[in-house]
């Protein structure tokens, strides 16, 4: 039996809440940014910044913020996220993370053995409650790298899942 209470604005589904007590609306909140320009300066030391993804390919419910490089859960749920990082010049790229609520998620590590191209990226499922914070983080070395304005190397993606 389907236990979810439905809210509705004229004949259209507006809002549901399951029997578990997720909210979802039929605009899942989801996004996609890049980067406009090469990006100078970026702390690989700094485990907790994430990279300033500064142009909004779609941002359903608008919740990624591209002052910050950080998406804002408006919901309590499972999340999906893929994110990708192309360094400048002859960057080794070893690993990267989900930063979350500011502080390096260790569970979404992902090492790619030395990555001489400078290149790294990660999918992470993340449980997240609602007004949590994620960002996307590449680590090299603790060095102070660029990374690439490259839309098939520079992006970050996120989905609700339920």
């Given at each position: 039996?389907?236990?979810?209470?439905?809210?509705?604005?004229?004949?259209?589904?507006?809002?549901?809440?399951?029997?578990?007590?997720?909210?979802?609306?039929?605009?899942?909140?989801?996004?996609?940014?890049?980067?406009?320009?090469?990006?100078?300066?970026?702390?690989?030391?700094?485990?907790?910044?994430?990279?300033?993804?500064?142009?909004?390919?779609?941002?359903?419910?608008?919740?990624?913020?591209?002052?910050?490089?950080?998406?804002?859960?408006?919901?309590?749920?499972?999340?999906?996220?893929?994110?990708?990082?192309?360094?400048?010049?002859?960057?080794?790229?070893?690993?990267?993370?989900?930063?979350?609520?500011?502080?390096?998620?260790?569970?979404?590590?992902?090492t790619?053995?030395?990555?001489?191209?400078?290149?790294?990226?990660?999918?992470?499922?993340?449980?997240m409650?609602?007004?949590d914070?994620?960002?996307?983080?590449?680590?090299?070395?603790?060095?102070?790298?660029?990374?690439?304005?490259?839309?098939?190397?520079?992006?970050?993606?996120?989905?609700?899942?339920?």
């Amino acid at each position: 039996p389907d236990n979810s209470m439905r809210f509705y604005t004229a004949v259209s589904e507006g809002m549901r809440i399951s029997g578990a007590g997720y909210v979802t609306t039929p605009q899942q909140p989801a996004f996609w940014v890049q980067r406009s320009a090469d990006y100078t300066g970026y702390n690989t030391g700094n485990y907790a910044q994430s990279v300033l993804y500064d142009s909004k390919i779609y941002d359903t419910g608008n919740n990624f913020n591209t002052s910050t490089g950080l998406f804002t859960a408006p919901v309590t749920g499972h999340y999906l996220f893929t994110a990708s990082a192309w360094a400048t010049g002859s960057t080794t790229m070893e690993q990267s993370w989900i930063t979350y609520n500011g502080a390096r998620n260790a569970g979404t590590d992902w090492t790619s053995g030395g990555n001489p191209n400078g290149f790294t990226q990660l999918s992470a499922h993340v449980k997240m409650d609602a007004n949590d914070t994620v960002g996307y983080h590449p680590y090299s070395s603790g060095n102070t790298i660029g990374i690439r304005s490259n839309a098939t190397h520079t992006w970050f993606k996120g989905i609700l899942l339920g």
